[in-house]
T-cell receptor, first 116, second 112 residues
């Protein structure tokens, strides 16, 4: 089946550090990629949607200058959390969907970000 | 995005069938019904989706009411590995970015 690889799986770093998370679709071309955030015991919250070669569309309340998204190719999207602070600690999950109107979304295994 | 309603939690026994309900009374004609599940500390996993007819795959079956205002995910023979949070989500294949918006889901516990 379709596989989405997310890296790294876990990051622990100091406050003020910028952290980059990669999301790759391994066996299909992902025209659209999505980034979610999940706090403990809560559901996934959509942060942004990105289409290859164009600017990401952010959900209301998500700071685009804080969470930089790049979707430069059909198999790779990156999320950079700039100048991370403890309140940015969360489980970040990417998702990708292939070409076609009704393709299912496939998810990576998530990145657990802990800011000290 | 059209809203779904699911029970917060359900419990079942190993090797028994499980029926997970979902209400979506405001579903539109172009909304597909998607089911995903999330195991602890993992990303969601696609389970099944459908529009009007019942659907079967190797993981589960999806029974859709005739008026499409509700659906049921059926796990025919639950195993311990099926313990997860199950999300029922509507996705419009025509409008917007066709994004998946997650609700709270149903936490399924399987007893050995």
């Amino acid at each position: 089946g379709a596989v989405v690889s997310q890296h790294p799986s876990r990051v622990i770093c100091k406050s003020g550090t910028s952290v980059k998370i990669e999301c790759r679709s391994l066996d299909f071309q992902a025209t659209t990629m999505f980034w979610y955030r999940q706090f403990p015991k809560q559901s996934l919250m959509l942060m942004a949607t990105s289409n290859e070669g164009s600017k990401a569309t952010y959900e209301q309340g998500v700071e685009k200058d804080k969470f930089l998204i790049n979707h430069a190719s059909l198999t790779l999207s990156t999320l950079t959390v700039t100048s991370a602070h403890p309140e940015d600690s969360s489980f970040y999950i990417c998702s990708a969907r292939g070409v076609g109107g009704n393709q299912p979304q496939h998810f990576g295994d998530g990145t657990r970000l802990s800011i000290l | 995005d059209a809203k779904t309603t699911q029970p917060n939690s359900m419990e079942s026994n190993e090797e028994e069938p499980v029926h997970l309900p979902c209400n979506h009374s405001t579903i539109s004609g172009t909304d597909y019904i998607h089911w995903y599940r999330q195991l602890p500390s993992q990303g969601p996993e696609y389970v099944i989706h459908g529009l009007t007819s019942n659907v079967n795959n190797r993981m589960a079956s999806l029974a859709i009411a005739e008026d499409r205002k509700s659906s049921t995910l059926i796990l025919h023979r639950a195993t311990l590995r099926d313990a997860a949070v199950y999300y029922c989500i509507l996705r419009d294949v025509i409008q917007g970015a066709q994004k998946l918006v997650f609700g709270q889901g149903t936490r399924l516990t399987i007893n050995p």
